[in-house]
């Protein structure tokens, strides 16, 4: 920024970098807003790699790293509601004026520390408000995204949202269906994995995007189970304790989980453990109790446990407590110990492979996590026992 300073140019600290600073939080990253052009920046930085060079936009690699540097500019129209048409390039203020949200309207000059507000975004930090810069329907019609970034933007901070500026979002609600399914997914993920995550799930519901967002009713009910996850927590564990306060234990888990699948765009994985985090947490709440060690010790083994667990302590802490207390007992006989037996033992022991053999070694396992077996010995009699049950039986049993 010196150098284009030194070159003739105004250059400023833009944005997110120049709020967190104001809120004495520390920036992720640091945006340049510059007078210069971008062939006049690539004079100063011949190196400057553009990725958006039409709408003033460069890189600058300086120092191990990669700095966005951009020309001040207002935008043109807004035909597909998320990128303007074209770009004319301008000055700082008119800058500042197209930009989404008063608090992200802010310029800082670094060489003095001088701050450069234009649209009153100061005033509002210091009132905690979070409102869009000029006519907010004007604001949401260029980009509808700008919808869930106040939803994120003002649980994040803990801002109330400015009452015209919450009035244009639920006008305009439907119209987020033009976004994509990515960013939309991109967004709520965002706001799940924040700690005040039932802050954005509630303002979500009140302003009426959760219908879009999420391709349901709405509803207003209050998010309390997603409030009484700790920090951090799996983003689908997040979703699964919404879906709970949503539509309660009762819902069923395949269909919720499939529908939010699409609206959120969840990939393989994140599906999977929100498919697990909704059956195990239900069934930790209702049959736990009933079950043998065995089946205790390989639940509590699992990889969707922990979560699940998380999920039990938002509906019913002593539920919560109960299953710490006994899986604390179970793990001085270990959870997951070694199998005694591998199918490679059973074939040495003259056994022929085949489709029992999982029937077996998952029987002599059991009998080892209960502890009725410790040694290979005694394991190798029990799967010779199994098999020949099984063999009596014609293998259906």
Same mark, same amino acid.
């Given at each position: 920024?010196?150098?284009?300073?030194?070159?003739?140019?105004?250059?400023?600290?833009?944005?997110?970098?120049?709020?967190?600073?104001?809120?004495?939080?520390?920036?992720?990253?640091?945006?340049?807003?510059?007078?210069?052009?971008?062939?006049?920046?690539?004079?100063?930085?011949?190196?400057?790699?553009?990725?958006?060079?039409?709408?003033?936009?460069?890189?600058?690699?300086?120092?191990?790293?990669?700095?966005?540097?951009?020309?001040?500019?207002?935008?043109?129209?807004?035909?597909?509601?998320?990128?303007?048409?074209?770009?004319?390039?301008?000055?700082?203020?008119?800058?500042?004026?197209?930009?989404?949200?008063?608090?992200?309207?802010?310029?800082?000059?670094?060489?003095?520390?001088?701050?450069?507000?234009?649209?009153?975004?100061?005033?509002?930090?210091?009132?905690?408000?979070?409102?869009?810069?000029?006519?907010?329907?004007?604001?949401?019609?260029?980009?509808?995204?700008?919808?869930?970034?106040?939803?994120?933007?003002?649980?994040?901070?803990?801002?109330?949202?400015?009452?015209?500026?919450?009035?244009?979002?639920?006008?305009?609600?439907?119209?987020?269906?033009?976004?994509?399914?990515?960013?939309?997914?991109?967004?709520? #993920? %965002?706001?799940? @994995? !924040?700690?005040?995550?039932?802050?954005? &799930?509630? /303002?979500?519901?009140?302003? =009426?995007? +959760?219908?879009?967002?999420?391709?349901?009713?709405?509803?207003?009910?209050?998010?309390?189970?997603?409030?009484?996850?700790?920090?951090?927590?799996?983003?689908?564990?997040?979703?699964?304790?919404?879906?709970?306060?949503?539509?309660?234990?009762?819902?069923?888990?395949?269909?919720?989980?499939?529908?939010?699948?699409?609206?959120?765009?969840?990939?393989?994985?994140?599906?999977?453990?929100?498919?697990?985090?909704?059956?195990?947490?239900?069934?930790?709440?209702?049959?736990?109790?009933?079950?043998?060690?065995?089946?205790?010790?390989?639940?509590?083994?699992?990889?969707?446990?922990?979560?699940?667990?998380?999920?039990?302590?938002?509906?019913?802490?002593?539920?919560?407590?109960?299953? #710490? %207390?006994?899986? @604390? !007992?179970?793990?001085?006989?270990?959870? &997951?110990? /070694?199998?005694?037996?591998? =199918?490679? +033992?059973?074939?040495?022991?003259?056994?022929?492979?085949?489709?029992?053999?999982?029937?077996?070694?998952?029987?002599?396992?059991?009998?080892?996590?209960?502890?009725?077996?410790?040694?290979?010995?005694?394991?190798?009699?029990?799967?010779?026992?199994?098999?020949?049950?099984?063999?009596?039986?014609?293998?259906?049993?």
């Amino acid at each position: 920024m010196r150098r284009l300073t030194d070159a003739g140019y105004t250059a400023y600290l833009a944005g997110g970098c120049v709020r967190d600073q104001l809120m004495g939080n520390e920036p992720t990253d640091f945006d340049v807003a510059t007078s210069a052009r971008p062939e006049e920046i690539k004079e100063v930085f011949p190196r400057a790699h553009a990725v958006g060079e039409s709408f003033g936009v460069l890189l600058i690699r300086r120092h191990g790293h990669t700095i966005e540097t951009a020309t001040f500019r207002t935008d043109g129209p807004y035909s597909d509601g998320r990128h303007p048409e074209e770009v004319h390039f301008s000055d700082a203020e008119h800058d500042a004026r197209r930009r989404d949200f008063t608090i992200n309207g802010l310029f800082q000059d670094p060489l003095t520390g001088r701050i450069i507000d234009f649209v009153g975004g100061q005033t509002d930090l210091q009132s905690r408000t979070l409102r869009a810069i000029g006519d907010p329907h004007d604001r949401i019609h260029e980009d509808r995204l700008r919808m869930l970034r106040a939803v994120r933007f003002t649980a994040r901070f803990g801002f109330s949202l400015e009452e015209a500026t919450a009035d244009a979002i639920r006008q305009h609600a439907e119209n987020l269906k033009g976004v994509s399914r990515e960013r939309i997914g991109q967004e709520v #993920r %965002r706001m799940l @994995l !924040d700690q005040n995550r039932a802050v954005a &799930a509630w /303002e979500l519901q009140y302003l =009426g995007l +959760d219908e879009t967002v999420l391709g349901e009713s709405n509803l207003t009910v209050a998010p309390t189970r997603l409030g009484q996850l700790p920090e951090p927590v799996e983003y689908a564990t997040a979703l699964a304790a919404w879906i709970f306060d949503r539509h309660g234990e009762s819902v069923e888990a395949d269909k919720a989980a499939k529908r939010w699948r699409r609206a959120l765009m969840l990939s393989n994985a994140e599906y999977d453990a929100l498919k697990d985090a909704l059956d195990y947490s239900r069934a930790l709440r209702t049959s736990w109790p009933r079950l043998g060690i065995a089946r205790q010790k390989r639940i509590a083994a699992s990889p969707p446990f922990n979560q699940a667990l998380l999920l039990v302590q938002t509906a019913d802490r002593q539920e919560f407590i109960d299953i #710490r %207390r006994r899986v @604390l !007992d179970l793990e001085k006989t270990g959870l &997951a110990p /070694e199998p005694l037996l591998s =199918g490679d +033992d059973l074939i040495e022991a003259g056994m022929t492979p085949g489709p029992e053999f999982r029937r077996i070694l998952d029987g002599v396992y059991d009998a080892q996590l209960e502890g009725q077996i410790r040694d290979p010995e005694s394991a190798l009699e029990l799967a010779w026992l199994i098999r020949r049950t099984l063999a009596g039986d014609g293998g259906t049993d």
